[in-house]
């Protein structure tokens, strides 16, 4: 067999070991970049030890000279490091389309995952800077509704507090005009007023203290249902000054371990809430019950129900809808979310869902099985 025929074989060898290479390594694309590395070796190995083969086979019967066996192996190791480059030349262009991805993310804010990624590595790097990246645009979206709501709220705080101390104004220049006809009933208007002032910065501040976390409980054994049935009857007064019936309808015997000062501001701010966005002539009732792991005090009104696009933003700071007459409401729409910070500050949840007529609140407070021990 002439040299040139040896030499051409072992070339179409070491060629055809280096094409399956290349199918091994596009398979092994989704894998770590380990086990590329390991196929560059065991393919260079093959390309090389196959044609040494050929020539060995050959040699036997026929006296080739030593140039062919260098030959081969310069083909062999060329197509050793083609294959190797190849891969490499994979690796390089996916850390770059993961360098402009990234720095895309960095302008645009969002991150596009690239395609086709050579190994799993950058496929795990993509998918956690995807996971990244939605967490931010989450972030972002809260950061922006709180944004909203902050200034919804400084909105209506000013123009709750301008109405107050326009009347206050108005009356104190009416005493020192000394034009006063009913000196006690000034007085009273200056108390109502001072009232509302006092209510709004207790909201305030309560509120600033949930947010800035400095709240601090005292947790007890309490029977919720002796708390909401004192609430129901303390605003019962309230209720018929607007034409509302207010009842207790299932009033189970509950005991949870919370602050019962917050507890009631909780029931009392969920009960003046439906008083106060409640039609005149409807009823507002009240039931408390226990589920496994839970005491609820639920607060249901007949004001027609909240928009579906509305729910989400219920507990946001300042929210108070947008219906003409729950703009004119008093107070800066903070009751709401003192009730939601309250209630998760003993590790519970609120919610709102829409019932036929009206909405229904939902405040829940965890319990503990009996003889369970713990703070």
Aim: net charge neutral.
């Amino acid at each position: 067999m002439s040299p040139l025929l040896v030499v051409l074989i072992a070339v179409c060898e070491s060629v055809g070991v280096g094409l399956l290479g290349l199918v091994v390594l596009r398979l092994l694309r989704h894998y770590p970049v380990g086990y590329s590395l390991v196929a560059v070796i065991v393919i260079t190995v093959c390309a090389i030890n196959t044609s040494t083969v050929t020539v060995m086979l050959v040699a036997r019967s026929a006296q080739l000279p030593a140039g062919v066996d260098l030959v081969v192996n310069l083909v062999a190791g060329a197509v050793a490091v083609v294959v190797g480059l190849l891969l490499g030349r994979a690796v390089m262009r996916g850390s770059r389309q993961l360098a402009e991805a990234t720095r895309s993310f960095g302008q645009q804010r969002r991150f596009q995952q690239p395609e086709d990624l050579p190994s799993a590595e950058f496929a795990d790097l993509a998918w956690e800077l995807q996971r990244t990246s939605d967490k931010l645009a989450e972030s972002r979206r809260r950061e922006q509704a709180l944004d909203a709501s902050r200034r919804r709220l400084v909105a209506w705080i000013s123009h709750d507090l301008r109405s107050p101390l326009a009347r206050l104004r108005a009356v104190v220049e009416s005493i020192e005009d000394g034009v006063v006809d009913d000196l006690a009933d000034y007085c009273r208007k200056i108390r109502s007023d001072t009232q509302v002032l006092s209510e709004m910065v207790d909201d305030l501040f309560e509120l600033s203290r949930i947010q800035s976390g400095t709240l601090r409980l005292s947790p007890r054994e309490v029977v919720l249902d002796d708390l909401v049935s004192d609430e129901v009857a303390a605003l019962d007064v309230l209720a018929a000054s607007r034409g509302i019936t207010l009842r207790a309808r299932t009033i189970q015997p509950v005991v949870a371990t919370v602050d019962d000062r917050a507890a009631t501001r909780v029931f009392n701010n969920l009960l003046a809430n439906a008083i106060r966005y409640a039609p005149e002539g409807s009823t507002v009732t009240v039931d408390v019950h226990a589920t496994p792991g839970w005491a609820v005090v639920s607060v249901t009104d007949e004001c027609g129900g909240i928009p579906v696009a509305d729910l989400g933003s219920v507990f946001d700071m300042g929210w108070r809808g947008d219906q003409p007459s729950t703009r004119s409401t008093r107070g800066g729409g903070l009751g709401l979310s003192i009730v939601q910070g309250l209630v998760q500050a003993h590790g519970g949840r609120v919610s709102v869902h829409n019932v036929p007529g009206g909405c229904c609140f939902e405040a829940r407070f965890p319990i503990r099985a009996a003889g369970a021990t713990g703070p």
